[in-house]
């Protein structure tokens, strides 16, 4: 006789789907950097308005999407998780291609704005997860999939933004040809492409609908996801199972719709009447805007403070007044900066997937958030001390255990919150929303920082105040410490009784012991 199985368990395969869809969003996103100012100078703008200009283009992203994430939150909640997902990949990949295409300056920033109003989709996939995965034993590890997919996807979107840039000029025997000369800087956002169409390729064959109201539909993608499985299938018994899933799906899903439609009194596929927010969800908010804030401008004034050329002579400068009045930077170049980041990218990857996951069950989610909100602090008042270190391998060296500390912290911070944020919801139903309202506030962080940084970079530049703008950091990231105490960790919606959404489909037969999914 069938059984299901109790043991809680990471819906491995839905992740996996999930994280092929989640991967071509930073390679697109981060493929832009290395040739947007060579871009911004082809559209003959002076090079002294270059940098104000990647600015702008940068901003308008981060406050579009501040715009419209609420507005994706809410329509994953009416219409399900996996439509809204891929509708979004499609309009990022159109809107990436748009500004591959752009011939001017104006269609370009339009291209980026447009690629943040469509880009919702981040709020929709935690949603997604923690859906897939209420236990909280498991969330540490199921929370870490979507940040480290961002981490690779980073790692090696600006290689193949920076090698693609212009072939015609770089690979002329390859791509010398009207259409690339025309369209320089297409051929990276076409690349991009085709990692949307595997993501796109995959949710809508194998992605499980997670909205607990739309489980229920016939997903016709995942009825040809069978098909295509059972063609290359040689397993009779495989074949079976897969056919005993389809009979007793129904009847599972029929069942726990009903007792969650009994428990809450109601028809579920009417919108909640709850309160989307509460105080614990709105302590969660503010302590995820002040985070990316400070995190990501950061993060954006390390290569500018890295390039800035070295104050000499600081011993008889008489501008000079250690240890706090002086200014200058690395003088590092384009390949220096890019190697450094590189390998900040690839220990992020190591702590994100094999460190934060045991560290974070064993001490607590909350716990961990508490500690490394202290640390962010320290590391942006240590930072511009180091272009006091005259040996440039030993300041490098310095400058770049300190990026490791920080990037310790921030993986570890950024998972925290999104769980703290998930549990902290007042219904399942309007996790989607709550999402999109964190998807909003933080992209107005992320706008807020890197322009409050850079504006106080300049000043410090100008009046030799080189501690300016990383000390306005460490008082925001102070700010963005205090909330944190106030944050009570719920239970969330993980009870010893509860199964994660795969197992809704798991049919295991006493001789077969299936794989985990």
Known sequence: MAKISKDPRLPVQQLVILSLCRLADPISFSSVFPYLPEMIESFNVPKNEVGRWAGITSAVFSLSQAATGIFWGRASDRFGRKPVILLGMICVMSTGLLFGFSQNLVMAIIARALAGASNGNVGILRTTVAEMVPQRELQPMAFSVMPLMWTIGSIFGPGFGGALANPAERYPKVFDGPFFRKFPYALPNLAASLFFFV????????????????KHRRDYGRVVGKSIMRIFSKNKRQQRTLRDDEQAAPLLKHSHLSSISTKHGGDTLRPPDKPVFSRQSNINLLTYTLLALHSVAYDQLLPIFMHHPPQNSRSSNPDVALPFIFSGGFGLNSDRIGLLFTWYGVAGTIIQFLIFPPLARYYGVLNSLKVVTVMFPLVYLATPFTALISDSLSQQGVMFLIMLVKCFAAIFAFPCVIILLTNSAVSLRILGTLNGVATSVSAIGRATGPAVGGAMFEVGAERGWAILPWWVLAGFA??????????????????????SHDEEDQVEEPEVPRAEE
């Open 199 to 214: 993501g796109l390729t995959a949710g809508s064959l194998f992605l499980k609908e997670t909205l607990e109201t739309k």
């Open 478 to 499: 102070t700010l963005g410490a205090i909330p944190v105490w106030w944050i009570v960790e719920k239970e969330g919606f993980g009870g010893p009784g509860d199964q």
